[in-house]
């Protein structure tokens, strides 16, 4: 029985057809499969900021990739980092790679989902000065980050069962006090990437693509914030 339970709990949540669409250049982005990390740059190869992303729990790579294609379309390089068995947990330095691979960015922001984004912070506050920006999405950080020197925005549904959690007072105490955080009306938790079965998820009101939108502008906006 605990075998099986393990296995169900590895079972990766399955993908949407928009994720795997995702994994291709087009003629502005230029999109990169390097031994599992799934990267997205700008045509003209013209980007100085980077955004590194961390996965939820048990949700593929790929499944952030419109999202990342979107952001990358005006203007940055954003790398999504594959975790072993789908948890971030296991794997909270693995920005370091996509910095290490990538000397020409000078602006470096880190973001994940869910999980993800939990360990994205972490992975800020344990590197002071290497990164600028945090997003997190439908996340919040488990750490003190309220006087490093980041431009953070965090970014949840308002159906989220962890809304409250999400922008709530110790939420907001552990980021700097001009964090900005975006509610979207009739968002959920799923939505914030493109895969399904998100368990104990309540149904949005909102399309994928509305919510997948607000998600993309929202880390443009940190983004564009970075100091140069």
Same mark, same amino acid.
């Given at each position: 029985?605990?075998a099986l339970v393990a296995a169900w709990w590895l079972q990766p949540q399955p993908l949407l057809p928009e994720a795997t669409a995702s994994?291709?250049?087009?003629?502005?982005? @230029?999109?990169?499969?390097?031994?599992?990390?799934?990267?997205?740059?700008?045509?003209?190869?013209? *980007?100085?900021?980077?955004?590194?992303?961390?996965?939820?729990? @048990?949700?593929?790579?790929?499944? &952030?990739?419109?999202?990342?294609?979107?952001?990358?379309?005006?203007?940055?390089?954003?790398?999504?980092?594959?975790?072993?068995?789908?948890?971030?947990?296991?794997?909270?330095?693995?920005? %370091? +790679?996509?910095?290490?691979? *990538?000397?020409?960015?000078?602006?470096?922001?880190?973001g994940g989902h869910s999980l993800g984004g939990a360990m994205a912070a972490q992975y800020s506050a344990s590197h002071p000065g290497r990164?600028?920006?945090?997003?997190?999405?439908?996340?919040?950080?488990?750490?003190?980050?309220?006087?490093?020197?980041?431009?953070?925005?965090?970014? &949840?549904?308002?159906?989220?069962?962890?809304?409250? +959690?999400?922008?709530?007072?110790?939420?907001?105490? #552990?980021?700097?006090?001009?964090?900005?955080?975006?509610?979207?009306?009739?968002?959920? *938790?799923?939505?914030?990437?493109? &895969?399904?079965?998100?368990?104990?998820?309540?149904?949005?009101?909102? %399309?994928?693509? #509305?919510?997948?939108?607000?998600?993309?502008?929202?880390?443009?906006?940190?983004?564009?914030?970075?100091?140069?």
């Open positions: 029985m605990l994994l291709a250049s087009t003629a502005a982005v @230029k999109f990169d499969d390097v031994d599992g990390r799934l990267e997205w740059r700008p045509a003209d190869g013209m *980007h100085e900021t980077g955004l590194v992303l961390y996965p939820g729990a @048990k949700v593929p790579p790929a499944a &952030y990739g419109p999202a990342a294609q979107a952001i990358a379309a005006q203007g940055y390089l954003v790398v999504i980092m594959p975790m072993p068995l789908n948890l971030a947990v296991l794997d909270i330095n693995a920005a %370091d +790679r996509a910095l290490a691979a *990538h000397p020409e960015v000078t602006r470096w922001a880190i990164l600028t920006g945090l997003a997190l999405w439908a996340a919040y950080p488990g750490t003190d980050l309220s006087s490093a020197p980041l431009s953070a925005v965090t970014v &949840y549904g308002t159906l989220d069962a962890g809304a409250d +959690r999400m922008a709530g007072s110790e939420a907001r105490a #552990n980021l700097p006090g001009d964090a900005t955080f975006v509610a979207i009306e009739g968002g959920n *938790h799923e939505q914030m990437g493109w &895969y399904t079965g998100q368990p104990n998820d309540p149904p949005a009101t909102i %399309d994928r693509a #509305n919510q997948q939108d607000q998600v993309v502008a929202a880390t443009v906006a940190m983004l564009a914030s970075l100091p140069r």
